[in-house]
């Protein structure tokens, strides 16, 4: 009986573990993930990971509803100083919001301001039927607009962003309202630079800290809700060029915030590189490429389903609450965003990378022959820093990585940053995670 014991006891712990591993894994795969930079100017795509993949909008949705506002008082229907009637169901509406009394108003600009700080549901209905006289006929209308604006992956159920499942849109539709409500709307895009109001009393305080951390952005909109993880859409400019981005799935607002700022920064480092011309494509050059199929797109119901905490909380660890986006820090520790970016700070190592090319070929052992191409340089110095760079950022799951900075073959004088000798497996592997840390890799064949 004692054997039968221990032999069952063994089996529930096994079983018991193998459920824990399950857990942690598709904690790393982030379902909700997925971010685009764009440069505003040429419309060159700086960045993209999982784009085009279905995601619940958040309180980014406002975005939407303050587009249509803009509209509205640039045709007349709407002036800035009039007052919106607040319904019963405008006042019942969820937090975040002002606590509007059903029967008062709120004028239009008070409306806006209240939309880009506060994020107020309550408000956001009020809009919603002032211009629809409905709410889900001003969704229907949103919807419409938002095809015609170019966001063909985009459906509206409501006005705030609060949970509809049929409520979706993309990492890149958001970024295209993003430039639209900017390029659009010029004479209101400041509102949305905003970072405190007062109301009837109360001084409000916006908790989009990039506004406030990070040099050059000047506007644009937080989200969260418990499906879709913590979202923002940011503009920065640095040397007169604009960036936008946007970032979607974030497990905690300060993670979030961080991956934004780092997805800026290399944003702007590539511009750098593209006005002094050392940069000569993203990753492709002299159409040596290999197309890389993007991460499947998880459908709305995949995404409702998928699990809303990340992984067994840890003692004194909070889970995911319904609060519409406050800026409080929940999640996991296992943060597939935050391990991304301490992977960027992972000390440097030595490679093999400055010997001759004949002789690399002719000493080192191969192991495959396949390779990960992060770029091309008229300047070897910057495709080897590159190279290098990309190493270090895999160098958490890859050992002994080898660099190569290959000059290739043509008129031109350029030379090509590669990690090589890898096997094709590894070699997109290691294309995915350069991605998703957001630089932009191709797999090729590399004899």
Same mark, same amino acid.
């Given at each position: 009986?004692?054997s039968?014991?221990?032999?069952y006891?063994? =089996?529930a712990?096994?079983?018991? &573990?193998f459920?824990?591993?399950l857990?942690?894994?598709?904690?790393?795969?982030?379902?909700?993930?997925?971010a685009i930079?764009?440069?505003v100017?040429s419309g060159?795509?700086?960045?993209?990971?999982?784009a085009?993949?279905t995601r619940?909008?958040?309180?980014?949705?406002?975005?939407?509803?303050?587009?249509?506002?803009?509209?509205?008082?640039?045709?007349g229907?709407?002036r800035?100083?009039?007052p919106?009637?607040?319904?019963?169901?405008?006042?019942?509406?969820?937090?975040?919001?002002l606590w509007?009394?059903?029967?008062?108003?709120?004028?239009?600009?008070e409306?806006?301001?209240?939309?880009v700080?506060?994020?107020?549901?309550?408000?956001?209905?009020?809009?919603?039927?002032?211009? /629809?006289?409905t709410?889900?006929?001003?969704?229907?209308?949103?919807?419409?607009?938002?095809?015609e604006? /170019?966001?063909?992956?985009? =459906?509206?159920?409501n006005a705030?962003g &609060?949970?509809?499942?049929?409520?979706?849109t993309?990492?890149?539709?958001?970024? #295209?309202?993003?430039?639209? !409500?900017?390029?659009?709307f010029?004479?209101y895009?400041h509102?949305f630079?905003?970072?405190?109001?007062?109301?009837?009393?109360?001084?409000?305080?916006?908790?989009?800290? &990039?506004?406030?951390?990070y040099?050059?952005?000047?506007?644009?909109?937080t989200?969260?809700?418990?499906?879709s993880?913590?979202n =923002?859409?940011?503009?920065?400019?640095?040397?007169?060029?604009?960036?936008?981005s946007? =970032?979607?799935?974030?497990?905690?607002?300060?993670?979030?915030?961080?991956?934004?700022?780092?997805?800026?920064?290399? /944003?702007?480092?590539?511009l750098?590189?593209?006005?002094?011309g050392?940069?000569?494509?993203?990753?492709?050059?002299?159409?040596?490429?290999?197309?890389?199929?993007?991460?499947p797109?998880?459908s709305?119901q995949?995404?409702?389903?998928?699990?809303e905490? !990340?992984?067994?909380a840890?003692?004194g660890?909070?889970q995911?609450?319904?609060?519409?986006e406050?800026?409080?820090?929940m999640?996991s520790a296992?943060?597939?965003?935050?391990?991304?970016?301490?992977?960027?700070?992972?000390p440097?190592? #030595?490679y093999?990378?400055?010997?001759?090319r004949d002789?690399?070929?002719?000493?080192i052992?191969?192991? /495959?022959?396949?390779?990960v191409q992060v770029?091309?340089?008229?300047?070897?110095?910057?495709?080897?820093?590159?190279a290098?760079?990309?190493?270090?950022?895999?160098?958490?799951f890859?050992r002994d990585?080898? !660099?190569?900075?290959a000059?290739?073959?043509?008129e031109?004088?350029?030379?090509r940053?590669?990690?090589?000798?890898?096997?094709?497996?590894?070699a997109?592997?290691?294309?995915?995670? &350069?991605r998703?840390?957001?630089?932009?890799?191709m797999?090729?064949?590399?004899?």
């Amino acid at each position: 009986m004692r054997s039968y014991n221990r032999h069952y006891l063994g =089996v529930a712990i096994f079983f018991f &573990l193998f459920l824990q591993l399950l857990t942690i894994g598709s904690a790393q795969a982030n379902p909700r993930y997925a971010a685009i930079v764009i440069d505003v100017e040429s419309g060159d795509v700086l960045h993209q990971a999982n784009a085009d993949a279905t995601r619940y909008p958040a309180s980014l949705t406002k975005m939407m509803t303050l587009y249509m506002l803009f509209e509205a008082l640039e045709n007349g229907t709407i002036r800035l100083n009039q007052p919106l009637p607040v319904s019963a169901h405008a006042a019942s509406m969820p937090a975040s919001k002002l606590w509007l009394a059903a029967g008062s108003t709120i004028t239009a600009e008070e409306a806006i301001k209240a939309l880009v700080v506060r994020s107020a549901n309550d408000v956001a209905v009020v809009v919603a039927e002032a211009l /629809g006289n409905t709410e889900s006929g001003f969704a229907r209308m949103m919807t419409q607009r938002a095809n015609e604006l /170019g966001m063909t992956s985009t =459906v509206f159920r409501n006005a705030s962003g &609060l949970p509809d499942n049929a409520q979706v849109t993309t990492a890149r539709d958001m970024a #295209t309202l993003s430039i639209r !409500v900017m390029q659009d709307f010029p004479q209101y895009y400041h509102y949305f630079s905003t970072q405190s109001f007062s109301y009837r009393g109360t001084t409000h305080t916006s908790h989009n800290r &990039l506004l406030r951390n990070y040099a050059g952005a000047d506007g644009l909109k937080t989200g969260f809700i418990r499906a879709s993880g913590f979202n =923002v859409a940011t503009s920065a400019i640095r040397n007169d060029r604009r960036i936008v981005s946007v =970032v979607m799935g974030g497990f905690t607002a300060a993670s979030r915030d961080t991956h934004m700022a780092d997805l800026l920064d290399r /944003g702007f480092a590539r511009l750098s590189m593209l006005q002094r011309g050392d940069w000569i494509a993203q990753a492709d050059v002299l159409g040596d490429s290999m197309d890389l199929p993007e991460s499947p797109s998880p459908s709305a119901q995949q995404l409702a389903a998928a699990p809303e905490a !990340v992984g067994p909380a840890s003692s004194g660890e909070r889970q995911f609450s319904f609060q519409s986006e406050m800026g409080v820090e929940m999640g996991s520790a296992d943060d597939p965003i935050r391990a991304l970016i301490a992977q960027a700070d992972t000390p440097r190592i #030595t490679y093999q990378a400055d010997m001759p090319r004949d002789t690399y070929q002719a000493d080192i052992p191969r192991r /495959g022959n396949w390779a990960v191409q992060v770029g091309a340089f008229n300047d070897p110095d910057q495709a080897r820093h590159l190279a290098t760079r990309a190493a270090d950022q895999l160098s958490g799951f890859m050992r002994d990585l080898r !660099v190569s900075v290959a000059e290739s073959e043509g008129e031109r004088r350029v030379f090509r940053a590669r990690l090589v000798d890898l096997q094709e497996s590894d070699a997109h592997s290691a294309c995915n995670s &350069l991605r998703a840390q957001g630089m932009d890799c191709m797999v090729v064949a590399h004899y």
